[in-house]
């Protein structure tokens, strides 16, 4: 009998997309700090309230799956060897902060592939973006921060380790863009830092910056209005 207990799988509400996230391409590091393997990653801020139903669900995962580890532990201690101390449980933090401003951020991420137990090949796994329609993006735009959005996210609880408490991770399965904010990010890409009046080169680009206001939303389900693609089939 298999013991695969399957995650629960939320969608957050709507929220503010973080400086510095990997959407439309994963991150690889550099230098010492490259990695075969890339990560997508987002910081997504959300009001305090609309957040409240999401940060619940959080904790209710973790205390559930502490509880049951807990009780594995003392059910079944791990063989210490002699002279050494064995590895007290302990909780690590959970992946949201209170800002005190009436705001929550959440750090989210997934790998861009797997290696599949069963060939022992690698899987790709690209990050599913769709529009506020629900329907895949075909060329995801270089989403930045500002830019707005919902997640699909995959609790993932985990135990403690010599380096990292118990807690639970936020696994991106898919994102829905409900408004963009685009940006180049070149190293000759001055960013916030242009002048409306003044000397323009022939050949030189406008900032691409393409913020999409939106009504409203309730926080859970497809948006009514707001980023779009063509039709191309796909599913949030």
């Given at each position: ?77 791990p063989q210490v060897q002699r002279g050494k101390k064995p590895l007290v449980p302990y909780e690590g933090d959970l992946p949201f902060v209170d800002n ?9 991420s997934s790998y861009d592939r797997y290696d599949d137990k069963k060939t022992g090949k690698t899987i790709m796994k690209p990050l599913k973006v769709a ?106």
């Open positions: 009998m298999s013991n695969f207990q399957k995650r629960p799988q939320v969608i957050t509400p709507r929220g503010t997309v973080e400086p510095y996230a990997y959407i439309a391409k994963a991150d690889f590091g550099r230098d010492h700090f490259a990695t075969e393997r890339g990560k997508y990653k987002i910081s997504l801020t959300i009001e305090a309230n609309a957040a409240q139903p999401f940060i619940d669900a959080i904790v209710k995962h973790h205390e559930e799956s502490y509880a049951k580890r807990l009780a594995e532990h003392k059910k079944n201690p005190g401003d009436g705001t929550v951020t959440f750090r989210m529009d506020s329609k629900g329907k895949t993006i075909v060329d995801v735009p270089n989403i930045s921060g500002g830019s707005e959005i919902k997640a699909k996210v995959t609790l993932m609880d985990y135990g403690w380790t010599p380096t990292t408490g118990a807690s639970v991770k936020l696994q991106i399965d898919s994102v829905m863009l409900l408004k963009l904010v685009e940006f180049g990010g070149g190293e000759e890409d001055w960013g916030d830092e242009v002048e409306e009046d003044g000397y323009v080169a022939d050949n030189s680009q406008p900032r691409r910056q393409a913020p999409q206001d939106e009504p409203e939303d309730d926080g859970f389900g497809p948006a009514d209005d707001g980023y779009e693609v063509s039709d191309n089939g796909g599913d949030f």
